[in-house]
């Protein structure tokens, strides 16, 4: 079979390329490569068109991140110990001497400047970069897609999977796969149970699906869950949806209202589409939603 190599960049790597994610000693490694597996030379680059400029790789390049830290909040009572979609990135990363390709990877598929994204190693945004963080308005590009799953506790240790075509991505990619989060609700003594709790973002959107088939314990009026990612901040922007509820143990038979407020991390659920409030106390939960979607952060 002949392949052939092709000097017309249609943005993203497209020449002679493959990320590689690994696991060692618990740290979670991503690797640039070139296609035989070897780390880029001078004899045998790796390109990447960035904005408007042809860059090349000619060295090794990679991206380490510990353990016993939670990177980007996957190892909160929310993402801990499920496996998560992650997209690596290439910068050109001019806080370099000299300016230089450089990469991370990100829980967020859309970025284009540097400034889309957070240096707090814990923020749902976070860039995980080398040490020298590129300027805020660098350029960057998605260039593909790969999933690990971080543990719970202290120790938050690095998995990741066996890698398949289907779960590594060595193209740009802007969306996720459907992947779990477990929502922390309010406004129960006891929690709700059989929750299945179902995300996926696209760009910089995200839908969500909730279901609950067993009553939490009410002792609020008020009943909130924990988004996968903070709301966009627009102001007197609202994201609304309905979904089944049952309030004082009775299923009610019209819809309950759901919400996503500007800047919000919850999502409010509400007795009926006018907002009401809840019994607290007796039976309630959410037993199933209509597609919730929102802008993210």
Do not use: H
């Not at 314990?217 to 990612?229: C, D, K, M, Q, R």
């Not at 089944?244 to 209202?257: E, R």
């Amino acid at each position: 079979m002949t392949v052939i190599k092709t000097n017309t960049f249609l943005g993203g790597i497209v020449k002679n390329n493959k990320i590689v994610p690994s696991v060692s000693a618990n740290d979670l490694i991503l690797s640039l490569k070139t296609l035989a597996g070897t780390d880029p030379s001078a004899s045998d680059p790796v390109y990447v068109k960035i904005g408007d400029a042809v860059r090349a790789v000619t060295a090794a390049l990679s991206v380490t991140k510990a353990d016993a830290t939670n990177w980007a909040n996957l190892g909160s009572a929310e993402f801990a110990t499920n496996e998560t979609d992650l997209f690596p990135y290439l910068v050109w990363n001019t806080n370099l001497t000299p300016d230089a390709v450089d990469i991370f990877w990100s829980r967020i598929p859309y970025g284009r400047l540097y400034s889309d994204f957070s240096g707090t190693t814990t923020n749902e945004k976070y860039a995980a970069i080398n040490a020298t963080a590129p300027a805020a308005t660098d350029e960057c590009i998605n260039i593909g897609r790969f999933c690990a799953t971080l543990s719970a506790g202290a120790g938050y240790t690095w998995t990741v999977p066996t890698f398949t075509n289907a779960n590594l991505i060595q193209e740009p990619t802007p969306e996720t796969r459907w992947l779990d989060w477990v929502p922390t609700p309010t406004g129960f003594s006891v929690n709700p149970t059989t929750l299945v709790s179902r995300y996926r973002v696209i760009q910089n959107t995200i839908t969500l699906f909730y279901r609950s088939t067993g009553n939490g314990t009410s002792n609020a009026t008020t009943f909130t869950l924990s988004l996968p990612f903070t709301a966009k901040t627009i102001t007197n922007m609202s994201w609304g949806s309905i979904g089944l509820v049952v309030d004082n143990g009775i299923t009610q038979t019209t819809p309950g209202g759901l919400r996503v407020l500007s800047a919000a991390t919850v999502m409010d659920v509400f007795k009926d589409v006018s907002n009401a409030a809840f019994m607290n106390s007796g039976g309630k939960r959410l037993a199933s939603t209509n597609p919730m979607t929102y802008e993210i952060g």
